[in-house]
């Protein structure tokens, strides 16, 4: 086994202590810090700072809320007393205490007659006085998961992303037909609708990030998440895959350019989906018809981004449908998803991710408009085509504002 | 009804709900029966707080009926003369269970000590601050100018001494008039100040309530009310009177930042004798309604046993704490 260091066997040992040095040395600070240092100074009559958050709210039946609970301040919290509507409420919590560890969570289980289509407010008051709330918008039974919901969500879902995913698929033959230029045109129009699709994902992601406890650092966790999957698929989609450069080898190129535009897509979909599962959960939509076709329109012109990478190919039936797939079926896995455990945390994950896979298609797909040697980059054609792909997104989109 | 659902609820796998045991729960409905064990909780759960306080520290139901008569002694006039020792310490307190308040405290509790004298007598109070901010005392009542308990402000550390003489005979109050008084008032610095006319009232089983409530986390609205501190102590504590026994109760009202408060006991009606001040009833009625500062005396015989409960008759308080019973019980005499 190679060693770490330059002179391969010699002095390693007095290297590892050099590298180690400074850790031992914070070790030994910190010990110190604790047992003899100006904590002291620290230690006021202040009432400890105390976070919790309400992650989630399940009304599992007509005389229960149940609060899901997070604590993410630096030291533990002791729910004292909860209020419902402005009135102290017996209440019973998983696990049977009252004091919630730093990081710690508790589901809090309160009997309680809300009612349908109302407004609720729950209050956790803890044993200093501090008032933690959350707001029930619009009360509704929760899904539970059994085959109607689980089935009623999958149909949103294909819905909202699988059908117009594949009738943007459809475009295929026509697409194939076109000219240098307007394949060019349609290629920058696929870049336009990512760019959007990355500014509203992101959006969504801070709107997550925001809600998560202090403690997980949100944002930075969305910058972490869009970097991490950026840099990941790009390393993925550049790994030499044994095609040569000939025709065949090109054609696999931009396949698999194809196909991260649709692993992408795929993972804007999956926030479409948590974003309509959860809206639907808390009773903050009421998934009317025009809602579902918006998400119809809004989506149909994802599936003529995928295929306009390979529209001078000719690409199987199967591979067609993979595309699709991957863009359109983690919608359903969002709607579950957020229907039935949404998470600030692992949604605004997610979503960053999503942005990172976003970004990196918008890479690839630029470099392909800059190589393609029979339009100009900067091509009326080209403008025309990025701007139409952000107007039709952003026009669109004005059908499904949640 | 109420009971069949209690068991269910035990039978629930609720182990954490032990206070149920009681079965305690209230909620607005009718109470059904007076000689119910169990109150009535409906399908629709529990409306009340969790476990109980420390009633080694501040027991509400000795504070009731506790009255402070100071030291007594003749002034060489003849007049009697009353002494008492007031110190201001900053205290925690529990005002629900597990719920604790930096309370500022006149003798380490809230409300301070009901002090109680005689029409005439000469009162003399040495006032010690203990606590981290200037405080003072303002009584109500007659007295000159600089015994008023507003300019000499007494910083942490000082001391006073007021003395006046007890007039007019009524129920009154005291409390700190530093500013800023909002916040002075409400941390906990107040009580009642009882002045019995010469010609003492008929025997009555006496008992003092304060409403109050505290704005806990500081945002100008209180969330906890009670009377004399600790939400709905008597409701799991019912204060137990006789059938018949003439009841009377000294209620002021401390409540800050709620505009008005008030008093409606079930299932029967009261004199009210209101500020105190005279002794002849003013009022027949069953629901009084009181600013911040207002008192009067009420005067109740409850005409059949079994529990009544009495709150605030504003719906909000009463479920955030401003709640309890009377256990009326036949003499065993």
């Not at chain 2, 309530?209 to 102590?233: K, Q």
């Not at chain 2, 009841?247 to 004199?271: A, K």
């Amino acid at each position: 086994m190679d060693g770490i260091f330059r002179g391969r066997g010699v002095n390693t040992v007095k290297q590892w202590i050099q590298g180690l040095l400074p850790v031992a040395l914070l070790a030994i600070l910190l010990v110190l810090f604790f047992n003899y240092g100006p904590l002291g100074i620290f230690n006021t009559a202040f009432p400890p700072v105390e976070e919790l958050t309400i992650e989630r709210v399940v009304l599992s039946e007509p005389n229960r809320i149940t609060l899901h609970v997070m604590n993410g301040g630096p030291n533990s919290v002791s729910i004292a007393q909860i209020m419902v509507d402005d009135a102290f409420w017996q209440h019973w919590t998983e696990p049977q205490t009252q004091t919630i560890p730093r990081l710690g969570h508790m589901k809090v289980h309160i009997p309680y007659p809300w009612v349908e289509g109302e407004t609720h407010e729950v209050t956790l008051l803890t044993s200093t006085g501090l008032t933690f709330s959350r707001e029930i918008p619009v009360a509704t039974q929760s899904p539970r998961v059994d085959f109607l919901y689980l089935w009623t969500f999958a149909l949103l879902g294909i819905y909202a992303g699988v059908i117009p995913v594949f009738l943007g698929l459809l475009w295929y033959p026509f697409l194939r037909e076109l000219n240098a230029s307007w394949i060019s045109f349609f290629l920058s129009l696929t870049v336009g609708l990512l760019v959007f699709l990355a500014v509203d994902t992101l959006d969504e992601a801070l709107n997550s990030a925001e809600v998560v406890p202090g403690v997980l650092q949100g944002v930075s966790l969305v910058a972490i998440g869009i970097i991490s999957s950026f840099l990941i698929l790009l390393y993925l989609s550049h790994l030499k895959r044994g095609h040569s450069d000939k025709e065949e080898g090109r054609f696999w190129k931009r396949y698999r350019t194809a196909r991260m535009i649709a692993l992408g897509i795929g993972f804007h979909n999956l926030g479409e989906g948590l974003a309509i599962g959860s809206s639907y959960a808390v009773g903050e939509i009421a998934l009317g018809t025009s809602l579902v076709i918006g998400f119809t329109l809004h989506n149909i012109t994802e599936g003529l981004g995928i295929v306009a990478p390979i529209a001078k190919d000719r690409p199987s039936i199967i591979q067609l449908i993979g595309l699709g797939a991957i863009a359109g079926g983690p919608t359903i896995l969002g709607t579950w998803i957020g229907g039935f455990s949404y998470s600030p945390v692992w949604a605004a994950l997610f979503l960053a991710i999503g942005v990172g896979a976003i970004l990196q298609v918008i890479y690839e797909l630029t470099l392909l408009v800059v190589k393609r040697q029979e339009v100009a980059f900067y091509s009326s054609y080209n403008l025309l085509g990025f701007l139409l792909g952000l107007g039709v997104m952003y026009g669109t989109g004005l059908l499904v504002v949640v | 009804m109420a009971k069949k659902f209690n068991r269910r609820w035990m039978l629930g796998g609720t182990v954490g709900a032990v206070s149920l045991a009681r079965g305690t729960g209230i909620v607005g409905s009718p109470i059904p029966s007076a000689d119910q064990s169990v109150l009535g909780a409906h399908e629709a759960g529990v409306m009340s707080t969790m476990g109980d306080v420390d009633l080694t520290r501040f027991d509400p139901s000795t504070f009731l009926q506790s009255f402070d008569y100071g030291q007594v002694s003749q002034l060489s006039s003849g007049q009697t003369l009353r002494e008492w020792e007031i110190i201001a310490v900053d205290q925690e307190i529990e005002i629900a269970p597990g719920v604790y308040f930096p309370a500022w405290t006149y003798n380490g509790q809230v409300p301070g000590p009901t002090l109680r004298c005689t029409e005439g007598d000469r009162l003399r109070i040495r006032f010690a601050n203990g606590g981290s901010h200037a405080h003072t005392i303002h009584f109500h009542g007659f007295h000159p100018a600089d015994m008023d308990g507003v300019f000499e402000v007494i910083m942490p550390g000082g001391e006073f001494v007021y003395e006046f003489d007890a007039e007019p005979f009524g129920l009154h109050l005291y409390h700190c008039h530093s500013v800023p008084l909002k916040r002075h008032i409400h941390k906990g610095l107040y009580g009642a100040f009882i002045v019995d006319p010469k010609k003492p009232r008929a025997v009555a089983r006496e008992m003092v309530m304060v409403m109050n409530g505290f704005d806990t986390n500081f945002d100008g609205d209180n969330e906890v009310y009670a009377v004399n501190t600790v939400a709905f102590h008597y409701h799991r504590h019912p204060i137990k009177v006789q059938l018949q026994e003439r009841v009377r109760i000294y209620l002021v009202n401390l409540l800050e930042f709620d505009l008005i408060n008030s008093l409606h006991i079930h299932g029967n009606f009261f004199d009210v004798f209101r500020t105190g001040t005279g002794l002849v009833r003013d009022e027949f009625t069953d629901t009084i309604m009181m600013c911040q500062g207002e008192r009067h005396i009420l005067e109740i015989s409850f005409r059949h046993p079994g529990k009544f409960m009495f709150h605030a008759h504003q719906s909000e308080f009463a479920e955030l704490g401003w709640m309890g019973f009377f256990e009326v019980v036949e003499s065993t005499l």
